[in-house]
């Protein structure tokens, strides 16, 4: 489980399948309410505690982004909004407003272009050939979908040695961020530095 605070009131939890099967659960478990999700959410917001300082009471918003072979994103934010049920309700209990997504393409973010050809090396000697590579806020993104020809754990855990993955869109990314290779990127980048 990594975390990381996005603003004073916001915080991104990024949970592996691995951290998932360590606790017993798989991706489909979270969509239910069950004892051990919410000890997983427990366990979640006690770690922040103690990491970020990020207390969660009263209101907060849950967004979960299901990464394709890749775990879980779950951004956790204090809500705004007050409500009359507030005063009904003791400190330990918390509010939560879920929302669900997910994502099948494989999106990740490397800090540098030199991340990028060490990866591209790899994946091109794995057949992996496709992909986009967009320049957005500092970072290379690189976008792959998941019809690979090769086991797509093996593709992500592949990828995550040498960067993260990212919860943004590959719509955000194509709007607003640079497009520095648009097709057979990762081939593009083995016949030119390899």
């Known amino acids: 489980m990594r975390l990381e605070r996005l603003n004073y009131d916001k915080i991104k939890i990024f949970l592996t399948t691995d951290d998932l099967k360590d606790?017993?659960?798989?991706?489909?478990?979270?969509?239910?309410?069950?004892?051990?999700?919410q000890q997983l959410f427990r366990d979640m917001m006690d770690e922040a505690s103690v990491e970020l300082g990020f207390e969660a009471h009263g209101p907060i918003a849950v967004e979960v982004y299901s990464l394709h072979a890749q775990g879980m994103v779950v951004i956790v934010s204090h809500s705004q909004e007050v409500t009359e049920l507030d005063e009904d309700f003791s400190d330990e209990y918390i509010e939560m407003q879920v929302k669900l997504d997910e994502n099948f393409d494989v999106i990740y973010e490397f800090n540098s272009?030199?991340?990028?050809?060490?990866?591209?090396?790899?994946?091109?000697?794995?057949?992996?050939?496709?992909?986009?590579?967009?320049?957005?806020?500092?970072?290379?993104?690189?976008?792959?979908?998941?019809?690979?020809?090769?086991n797509i754990d093996d593709l992500v855990s592949v990828l995550a040695e040498y960067g993260n993955p990212s919860t943004l869109t590959d719509h955000r990314l194509k709007e607003y961020g640079k497009v520095i290779i648009e097709n057979k990127a990762v081939e593009e980048i083995y016949r030119h530095f390899w």
Do not use: A, C
């Not at 017993?24 to 478990?29: F, I, S």
């Not at 060490?118 to 019809?147: H, T």
């Open 23 to 37: 606790r017993g659960l798989t991706k489909e478990d979270l969509w239910k309410d069950s004892l051990k999700v």
């Open 113 to 150: 272009f030199e991340d990028i050809i060490q990866v591209s090396n790899y994946l091109y000697r794995k057949n992996v050939k496709d992909g986009m590579i967009i320049f957005y806020l500092e970072k290379y993104y690189l976008l792959l979908n998941d019809d690979q020809p090769f």
